[in-house]
């Protein structure tokens, strides 16, 4: 474990100039300031540094402006993008009054979730692995206002770039849901990807493999090893913060929304997750089901009860919602299965190791604040260990091809954004237990997410709405 003197000699070894101290907003963006190397002691660790709270989405009003970060030393990198050699840290937010965390902090509420996990008894760690998907494009071009409404998005893998005039044009570009795996020259993108990768490995992020996804135009992923929650919400956002940065590198731009090409598959984030106790994993029975324990059964049936809910946070925006649709491996089946990808929870079965077995959860995507969203996973998912809530029988058949009588009776997950947030508003006690979640932060978020996105893209013209009815 790291000390405040560990990060101290470690910056001295560097020839730190600069740190740079982050934390994330309530949508779950990174927001940071710097301040030399003169100015960052060991004091600073304990006492803080202040900031102006109510200019950061989703924190304090005008009048209770005044907050203060506090460093984990557990979270100090060299930042690997400034010139000057820079300290990275993510902190923690707390009250400068009362000195205790604040409520809305979304690193508080995964830290909260770490400790209620072990109050229960059930387990003492969970471990996480998302599956963060992205796209790499050559340009973005967007704008709304009174009288018009665009975008215009360019990548030189685009299949729509194939009889463009590019002195020359070579081909080599991924068809529409054939970008899964491609070699180079159509995957254009593997030397960006290793550097991303390498960028990672540099900062202590173990990142494990990366490849070209199933979309055209520059669709990506790259893989992490399991951690414990809050660590692995930490990297994740380091992680995105490498792959724009690099990305920027070299003249390009990464975005991680969820559904930004039409008719062709969208980016999510498949999180495995899996809960231990005492050095041994919980998940695993020989005679189980996909090799699953009991316990690991209850789990998922906590997650399918509260998916329609857990949907407002793991996938909190309105474009989350034209990714999950039938027809492109969207997991909008709220059903468990030993393979199926159009299943909500899917149970790999690459190894018989007992230490691999865990379930993966398929409908999230990486625009959720990830601290937010691995706590309200858990939340569930205890929820149905305590409770006992047996999943019903896995669906292991072609969902696509059911019978429509038998496709009618399998829930799915929600339609749209506002929905969503119905159904938090509806089903919450389970993530305010142990004090994890709390009925304000829920409030926030959900008027948040109602009034500054849902009503705002819902009082906007689409443009395809002038294909549709100009000529009525």
């Not at 924190?59 to 970060?69: A, K």
């Amino acid at each position: 474990m790291k000390t405040a003197k560990d990060v101290l000699a470690f910056a001295k070894e560097k020839d730190v100039k600069m740190v740079d101290v982050k934390f994330i907003d309530l949508p779950g963006m990174w927001q940071h300031f710097s301040v030399p190397i003169q100015e960052f002691d060991e004091n600073t660790f304990k006492e803080g540094l202040g900031f102006d709270g109510s200019s950061v989405r989703g924190f304090r009003v005008i009048n209770e402006s005044d907050m203060i970060l506090l460093p984990d030393p557990e979270t100090a990198c060299i930042d690997p993008f400034c010139k000057a050699p820079t300290l990275s840290i993510i902190c923690n937010v707390a009250d400068p009054v009362t000195g205790e965390r604040y409520n809305r902090d979304p690193r508080g509420i995964a830290q909260r979730a770490e400790a209620y996990l072990k109050s229960t008894g059930i387990a003492d760690q969970s471990f996480w692995g998302p599956e963060a998907e992205f796209f790499i494009f050559d340009g973005i071009r967007f704008d709304q206002n009174q009288h018009s409404g665009y975008y215009f998005i360019d990548s030189e893998e685009g299949i729509w770039n194939s009889g463009r005039v590019e002195s020359p044009n070579l081909g080599y570009k991924p068809r529409y849901k054939e970008g899964y795996f491609p070699v180079a020259p159509t995957d254009s993108q593997q030397d960006l990807r290793t550097e991303m990768v390498l960028t990672m490995l540099e900062v202590g992020i173990p990142a494990e493999c990366q490849h070209h996804e199933v979309a055209t135009a520059g669709q990506a992923e790259i893989d992490m090893k399991y951690g414990p929650l809050v660590q692995m919400a930490d990297q994740l956002m380091m992680f995105k913060y490498i792959v724009k940065n690099t990305a920027k590198k070299y003249n390009k731009t990464a975005t991680f929304m969820p559904k930004p090409l039409f008719q062709d598959n969208g980016t999510g984030m498949h999180v495995h997750q899996s809960l231990w106790k005492g050095g041994k994993p919980l998940f695993f029975d020989p005679n189980g089901y996909a090799k699953l324990s009991e316990t690991a059964l209850y789990y998922i049936g906590g997650m399918l009860k509260h998916a329609r809910a857990l949907t407002a946070i793991t996938n909190p925006t309105t474009n989350s919602y034209k990714r999950l649709v039938p027809g492109y491996e969207a997991p909008v089946n709220l059903v468990y299965s030993q393979r199926n990808r159009s299943a909500a929870v899917r149970i790999p079965m690459y190894s018989a190791n007992p230490k691999t077995k865990r379930i993966e959860f398929r409908p999230p995507d990486s625009s959720c604040n990830p601290y937010m969203a691995f706590a309200a996973m858990l939340m569930a998912g205890l929820d149905g260990i305590k409770d006992k809530i047996y999943p019903g029988e896995p669906l292991d058949k072609d969902i696509f091809d059911l019978p429509s009588d038998e496709a009618r009776n399998i829930r799915s997950v929600p339609a749209s954004l506002d929905e969503a947030m119905k159904c938090l508003q509806e089903d919450q006690e389970f993530l305010l237990q142990g004090g994890v979640f709390d009925k304000d932060i829920l409030e926030t978020w959900i008027d948040y997410k109602l009034t500054r996105e849902f009503d705002a893209i819902r009082l906007r013209p689409h443009p395809y709405e002038f294909m549709l009815y100009y000529d009525i």
